[in-house]
């Protein structure tokens, strides 16, 4: 019979009890009696069918009910708000520079070293073309069974891109009957209006069971002016345009300082509008002779825009020769002299002018996302549970994007050079001008992806304190990427930075093992090793081991070290030169504004990323305390050879203060001249970053109530990178590393209702640049749910119940704060329905 201590029970409830919304969390499957005859079931972070929950490594559980309690509208919403997320992802509120797109950042080591896997397997990088990433908005909240967090380095399993850790997204299956549901919600201030519409249907057939699913969901936007705590922006580019830093007065035609700054926010968006319109189906059908047949599609289009401020037109007009007019030049009148316009020593000056009449920059893209994956298992010897699983999962991205009305800079120069009184006399532009200037800039791109994988696992043998099981597999992966700039861009007779195609591939064949040995009844041994051949950089072999120890039937302790590894992607490899126009200041004083352009430059020749990773914890489960679990892990990455990107702010600083070698790196010209400036991928780079993650998960009856606690922490001990210490700090480049974030969940329940209260607190930082002090923040959240019957339930909530306003940040990216790290919505209502029949 199989013995299940009350700690290997308890170890099960709080994998499952470690979410933001303990009272819609039910664990009591997982807390059953024991039974002889237990399903072995996969556990993210390991290819071994186990059969029970207990692994050495860490995973956080969020189920469906939790989602929906919470009131999350994506999947990067739901994952975000965990405290082990840092640095900064893009999501629904990064309005410059995202493309539409969601991501997540486990510890802030970026988005591209956390791997998202869709039912145990890896999901296609999406978004606008060779991407890294995947984009979260593909896999829609409907179809959620559950997500499942390890918070450890899996290269040895997964292979590439796991370095941080894995989310594993479980989809619905095996569902008998139809349920639709409706969820949406708004701000109190009427605006920021979501909708989901979901249908699931399926059926048994006997030998398996067949689920369909549709979702519809629409999230609309709010405008900066539209928050009071916005602080009105201060741009030198204005509508009347500037000469030399001079600003025409059109009543009387002199010229003389600039007399305002243009205020920005009130043309952008703080939540940008998306809607997404997904398909998903899964199925599965076991044959006569064992063999189970599965399957699962997803589609998802989505249409999505951002909108900031009209163009601002940056040009260096040639002036002419001896103040002579020519077709190539322009001419300084008198008034233009007399205000202080003048040329440089180059016979250059430079015009500045806020492109409104073209209108606000509108950037749209649609994308479509189609992944597809089918597998085959059975068993080599059904009497020991030995099987084999063979798949095959393919995934396309295609992606069109448009920026309206874009500017052609080429065409504004000779519109000036030929017209040169219409543009400085600080009129509106005639629609001729207009016409003559600017275009809609398109771009397309894409990804793709082919896996192709066998695995066989089982019981290898016995020994006296129980089987040795294993897993040992082959895996071939194909990814592709392309991404075509608009004509105009590649030419760089935009007034947007300029940029060149991304084309490219790569292949990988893997073979790896596992294998769990238990030494003793109380120690376990799991050890896991990896060849991964690239057909770009060469080999990659990793490996880790991990032992859990149950000290007592109260505590068991377990500890995890690994290597890992990240391969460069095809956009780091084969990108070419592409500009940004980054958040930085320049210390020499150069430049006016706080947007500088940067050359971001790819490298064929990159290596792979190298990593070693360690944990370190105990879960304690005390007998004299029914329903209480107790996790304490402790926690270090560490990444050598990294691909990154150096800082430049840090980059500035240094060649300012007569660091040559930064001067060189960054490309940076004599007296602060930033025309060449660039920011090379490099294989140079480190992370080293550590921390403390601590949860507490109580399930209790009280004044005839049923109770669940949840608190979850996360203490961060150091977040170094390239020689920058990051830890406590926030800036609008890297995002926020607080030293402590929590989440803290209450919940009661009696028969058909429940309610509950969270909150989620930000701790304390310092701006990365000023070094000015950031308060800390907490967020309220309540919510309720009432079951009508068996087939009818609804649930209303209120997020940030206080309306907390976003801390304002020096060293912003956005409306004077970090978006992606804090709420700049503000209170936000929401409810749902859900019928099933």
Known sequence: MLKRSKLSNSVNVALLASVSAASAVSVSAYAAEESANVERIAVTGSRIQRQDM???????????????????????????????????????TTNNGSDGVAQVDLRGMGSNRTLVLLNGRRMVNSGSGADSAVDLNTIPVAMIARVEILKDGASAVYGSDAIAGVVNIITKKDFEGFQFDINGGATDKGDGENLELSALYGFDTGKGNVTFGLAYSERKGVMQGD???????????IPEGTLGGKQINPETGEWGDREYGYDFTQDSWLQTPNKRYSFFANGNHEFSNDMILSGDILYTKRKSNQMMAAQPANLDLKVCEGNIKQDDCITLDDAMIAGGVAADEDGMINYRKRMNDVGNRVYEQETDTLRVSAGLAGYLDINTGMDWDVSYTYGSNKADTWVHNSIHQGNMIKSINANQDAWFGGDPMSQEMIDAV???????GGNDQHVIAGVISGEAFDLDAGAVAFAIGVEYRHESGYYNPDPVIIAGEGTAAQQDPTDGSFDVFSVYQEVSVPFTEKLTGEFALRYDDYSTF?????????????????LMLRTVAATGFRAPSVSELFGGNSGSFDFLDDPWGNELDDQILVNYTSDENLDAESS????????????????????????????????????????????FAGDVSACETFNIGANGDLSDLSNPLTNVGYQDTSGIDFNLAYSFEAFGLDWKIN???????????????????????????????????????????????????????????????????????????????????ANIGVKNLT???????????????????????GRQIYAGVSFKF
Not at 70 to 80: A, K, M, R, W
Not at 227 to 234: L, Q, S
Not at 538 to 554: F, I, P, R
């Open 711 to 793: 608190n979850d922490l996360t203490h961060l001990i150091k977040f170094e990178q390239d020689g920058q210490n990051y830890t406590g700090t926030i800036g609008g480049m890297f995002g926020g590393y607080a030293e402590y974030k929590n989440n803290f969940n209450i919940s009661a329940r009696q028969g058909d209702w429940s309610v509950m209260y969270s909150n989620r607190y930000i701790g304390e930082m310092n701006d990365i640049n000023t070094d000015a002090p950031i308060d800390s923040i907490l967020y309220h959240n309540v919510s309720a749910t009432y079951f009508f019957s068996d087939a009818v339930s």
């Open 438 to 444: 600017s275009y809609t800039e398109q771009t397309d």
């Open 54 to 92: 207990e692994t050495a490594s860490p995973v956080t559980t969020i189920d469906a009910s939790a989602i929906k309690a919470e009131g999350y509208n994506s999947v990067d919403e739901i994952l975000q708000s965990q405290p082990a997320m840092a640095g900064m992802a893009a999501g629904a």
């Open 803 to 825: 309306d907390e306003e976003p801390l304002m940040i020096p060293s912003e990216n956005d409306a004077g704060t970090v978006p992606e790290v804090y709420d700049t919505i």
């Open 612 to 655: 070693e990773s360690y944990t370190a914890g105990l879960v304690y489960s005390p007998s004299y305390v029914d329903g209480l679990s107790i996790t304490l892990d402790w926690w270090r990455f560490k990444i050598d050879n990294a691909i990154s990107r150096l800082d430049v702010q840090a980059g500035l600083n240094n060649c």
């Open 538 to 554: 060469g080999s990659a072999a990793t490996w880790k081991v991990g032992l859990t120890y149950e000290a007592t039937d109260d």
């Open 227 to 237: 928050r009071d705590w916005v602080a009105k922006g201060d741009s030198s580019f």
